[in-house]
C-alpha cells in the first residue's frame, strides 16, 4: 500500500488559515489503513484544527467526508455538492489523491494534509516498512524475494557493501542490510549460486527515468 | 599489459606493489595537493586520490589528479557511484584519461548520511560491479555502456575495494569472485587489524584461485592514538578492531603513542607479506601522510622499483 503521515498541525493550519470554509476530504484505502487518513483521523484532524483556531478567537467552518478512493474520478464526484460551501480543500489522502482532487475542481484550491511517504507494508502494529519503488522491470525473481532497489542505501544490485555489520546497514543499526536477508533466503532456496550471477545495470527507462509513467490498456481504455 | 599504468607494472613485475592515499582539501588549494603528494614521492607507485570520502565535499578527485600527475605522480582516480550517474562517470573517465590518468578505483561510496551534506540525493545509478564491468567494456570493448563506440577508448587499469570483514562474512569471498568476473584488475582491501581474519579470507581466495585473477593489496592504517582505535572499532561500519589493538595502543603513554600505531602497522605488514596472494599494500594515512615514508622503509619495501 502507498503510506504517509500527517503533517505537523502547525503546517497544515498556516496552509488553511487564510480560509474560512474548509472541506476535509479522507480516503478510505491506503492511508486509512496505515491511520493516517482516513475517516478516523479526518475526525481527529477537524476537531484538532477548530481547537486551535478557537484558542486564537477564531471559528472556522470544517465539513468532513471521507471518499471510498480519493484516487479515482468516479468518487471524488461526490465532493461535488459540497464544493459550492468550500473555500479550500484539505485532503488526508497520499499526494494522488490531492491531485485528483486539484485537477476536478481547477478553481478551488488544495492543500495536502498527510505526507506521502512510500510504497510498503505492515512490519507490526503501527510499523510500516518500505518494499517497493516502483521500478518497473520487477527483479524480485532474482533476489529471494527480496527487494535491494527499495531496501538498500545504496541500492546495489550485485551484493553487500562493506559496511553490512551483523546483518544491519551501515546507516543505521534499525535499518537491515537487505543483501543479508537476501543472502539468507538464497542459502534457505538452496539458491546460493544464483548471488555470483552478475545483475546487469539496470534500465531506469522504465522506472522515474523515463519522464512521468503511464499505464495505457487498450482492452479497458474507452 | 592492459594499460600503460605504473601500478600495473609494477604488479606484472612481481614486486609488491605500495599505493598510498591522499585525500584533497576542502578548498581550491592546489598547493595543499602538491604538499601531501610530494610526502609520497618515491615511496609508492601510485596514490589513490579520494572522491568526496565519508561523503563529505572536496577538491573533485579528478581535479586532485589532475594536479598530481602534472608533479610527475601516478594518481589513481577514485569515484563512488554515490555521486554521478553513468554519463558523468563515462564523461569524467574520458577527461581523466585525456589528461593521462590511467589507474582508477571504482567504489560505490559512503552514504550520504555520514558526510556533510545529508540532505543530498544519492544517485547509485549503477553500483561498483556495474561499474567495474563498464569501465572494462570502454578498455576491452571500445564501447559506452550505451553501446556506442568510442573514439580512442580510455584504457584504465581497473581497481575496486574489497572488505573481507563485513557481514555474512561467508559472501566475501564470492563478493570478490563476482568483481573479478566483472574485470577488476585490482581490489584494496578494507584496514586490516583483525590479521588471522584476513588470512582466513586470503585461504577462500585461493581455494578459488581468485588471487591469480586480481591483484589483493593489503590496506594498512596506521593508528595515532587508542582513542582514534576505539573510534576505529566502535563506530565505523565495516571495521575489525580486535581487543588486543586496542588494548597495545591504550597500553603504551600518550607521547609514544603514534609511535606504537606505525609499530604495530609495520608488523601488520610484516606478517602479510608471507601470506600468499597478497600483491601489495595500500597505506592509508589518514591525514598523516607524511608518516608513509617512514612506515614503507621500515616495513622493507624501500626502494620502490625503477625502469619498469
Known sequence: MITAERKPLEEIVASVKPFQRILLVGCNECVTVCAAGGRKE??????????????????????????????????VEELNVHMDQADAVLSMACGCGVQEIARRYREKPVFPAVNTKFMGASERQGV????????????LGLTGGICPIARCSKRLLNGPCGGSTTGKC????????????????????????????????????????????????????? | ????????????????????????????????VREKAEMLRGYVDAINVTDNQTAMV??????????IKQMGLDPILQMVTRDRNRLA????????????????LCLSGDHPYFGDHPQAMNVHDIDSIQFVQMVHQMREEGKFMGGGDILNPPKMFIGAAANPFADPFELRVAR?????????????????????????????VRDRGLHEKVHILAGITPMKTAGMARYMKNKVPGMDVPDEVVDRMAGVPKEKMAEEGIKIC?????????????????IMAIEWEQKVPEIVEKAGLYPRPENL
Open chain 1, 42 to 75: 479526518v475526525g481527529l484532524l477537524a476537531s484538532a484544527l477548530q481547537m486551535h483556531f478557537m484558542t486564537e478567537g477564531k471559528t472556522i467552518d470544517i465539513k468532513e467526508i471521507t471518499l471510498e478512493r480519493q484516487c479515482d474520478p468516479e468518487y
Open chain 1, 128 to 139: 510500516w516498512a518500505e518494499r517497493c519503488q516502483g521500478c518497473g522491470d520487477c527483479l
Open chain 1, 170 to 222: 551501515e546507516i543505521s543499526p534499525e535499518v537491515d542490510c537487505v543483501w543479508q536477508l537476501i543472502w539468507d533466503r538464497l542459502k534457505a532456496l538452496g539458491m546460493q549460486d544464483r548471488y555470483e550471477d552478475i545483475m546487469p545495470a539496470k534500465n531506469w527507462q522504465t522506472g522515474r527515468g523515463g519522464g512521468p509513467r503511464k499505464i495505457i490498456r487498450e482492452d479497458l481504455a474507452e
Open chain 2, 1 to 32: 599489459m592492459k594499460t600503460e599504468s605504473r601500478l600495473e607494472k609494477v604488479l606484472a613485475s612481481g614486486n609488491l606493489a605500495v599505493t598510498s592515499e591522499c585525500g584533497p582539501p576542502r578548498g581550491a588549494l592546489p598547493d595543499k
Open chain 2, 58 to 67: 572536496r577538491m573533485s578527485s579528478f581535479a586532485a589528479c589532475v594536479i
Open chain 2, 89 to 104: 562517470m563515462q564523461a569524467d573517465i574520458l577527461g581523466a584519461y585525456a589528461h593521462g590518468i590511467d589507474t582508477m
Open chain 2, 176 to 204: 570478490l569472485a563476482k568483481k573479478a568476473k566483472a574485470g577488476t584488475d585490482f581490489v584494496q582491501t578494507q584496514c586490516i587489524y583483525n590479521l588471522d581474519k584476513f588470512e582466513l579470507w586470503m585461504k577462500g
Open chain 2, 266 to 282: 609495520v608488523e601488520s605488514i610484516q606478517r602479510l607479506k608471507e601470506v600468499k596472494g597478497v600483491s601489495g599494500f595500500h
